[in-house]
């Protein structure tokens, strides 16, 4: 089941009335229990099993014995939920994803039931599966949870603010009324929106050949560093070519004295800052890139950062030629002090259920 932007929180109607949850910054993850068997998948039906062995045996008690259950898998820290530490545990080396289940152990959060027992529950309206599915996890001990739920949008609105320092994408809006409706955008999704000033450091072709796929961007830490962190890209056909001809003139002896000049050569690199690392998800897509002369500054939309990286790919707006690369820092950026992940996990009361 999928999402569709909305610009603001929607409130409930006489028509139709909403029910509110944080948006997870994680792996939308669907476990499927049959008996002693317990499987993981990811939204494109990639198997999470191996990655994440230590949630097998504390979802083995807390689900029923035969269900399907939708939710997110996530890594809270003391700064809040880490999405970079997800990421890492996409790795062939059994080794390291078993010293990281232990360094870096995963949750997970559920926020809807699919199918109980023989039953399926695709038919049911949400506030129905929501009241099975607290029912169901009512012994549910951490590190699984059920996501905390409201039906007042004033406090979605609050938890849009507030929870946005320790990880949180933004809040979901989902009819109370609604079918699980697979592979349709049905829900809701309110999303913070910022823009910021970022060096254009480099590019990457399309992958039709024919023009710029991406803007590699950058910016400067409090020692001087060019930090790349992460790309804009979604141009039209039309964009990339221009983007190609705009580029041009930049790429000239750029590696010379480019910052990020050893990693024309990189590989591969265990923390996959680097933008030639590859792609845990898709290990044949190429990760090439051209590198461009320290000078293009544009102004791209975000709409967060994790760990210093941008969660999604930015929006390229404009380019700033009144602006000096070294002025792009990331002291300029909106960044939330972090709340308590201990406050998300335990929410007041709501009349659908327990949040813990």
């Not at 829900?187 to 970022?198: E, G, N, W």
């Not at 041009?248 to 000049?261: G, K, L, M």
Request: net charge negative.
């Amino acid at each position: 089941m999928l999402s569709k932007a909305s610009a603001v929180v929607p409130r409930s109607s006489a028509s139709q009335t909403f029910l509110y949850e944080p948006k997870w910054d994680g792996f939308r993850c669907v476990v499927f229990r049959d008996g002693d068997d317990v499987q993981l998948g990811s939204r494109n039906d990639k198997v999470l099993t191996p990655y994440f062995p230590e949630l097998v045996e504390p979802l083995r008690s807390a689900l029923p014995r035969r269900c399907v259950v939708d939710g997110e898998l996530v890594i809270a820290t003391d700064l809040g939920l880490d999405f970079d530490a997800l990421g890492r545990r996409i790795h062939p080396a059994r080794s390291r994803i078993d010293r990281l289940s232990v360094e870096t152990p995963a949750a997970f959060v559920a926020f809807d039931m699919i199918a109980s027992g023989d039953r399926s529950l695709v038919d049911e309206p949400f506030a129905e599966r929501r009241r099975l599915l607290v029912e169901a996890l009512a012994d549910a001990a951490p590190p699984v949870h059920v996501t905390p739920i409201t039906a007042d949008a004033s406090l979605a609105e609050q938890w849009f603010e507030r929870f946005e320092g320790a990880g949180f994408d933004g809040v979901m809006a989902k009819p109370s009324d609604g079918r699980y409706e697979s592979g349709k955008r049905a829900l809701l999704k309110v999303k913070h929106q910022r823009t910021a000033d970022m060096v254009v450091a480099g590019h990457r072709f399309h992958k039709d050949g024919h023009g710029v796929g991406s803007l590699l961007l950058g910016l400067f830490d409090d020692r001087g560093d060019l930090q790349h962190v992460g790309v804009a890209s979604s141009f039209t056909a039309v964009r990339r070519r221009e983007l190609l001809d705009e580029l041009a003139p930049y790429t000239a002896e750029a590696i010379e004295t480019h910052p990020w000049a050893e990693w024309m050569q990189a590989t591969a690199h265990e923390d996959g800052r680097m933008p030639g690392a590859p792609n845990r998800w898709n290990a044949g897509k190429d990760h090439r890139w051209v590198p461009l002369r320290i000078a293009l500054v544009a102004e791209v939309g975000y709409q967060g950062l994790t760990a210093g990286r941008l969660r999604h790919p930015a929006r390229f707006l404009r380019w700033r030629p009144d602006k000096e690369p070294t002025e792009c820092r990331y002291d300029q950026l909106d960044q939330p002090v972090p709340a308590e992940l201990a406050e998300v996990f335990g929410l007041a009361e709501n009349p659908y259920g327990s949040a813990s």
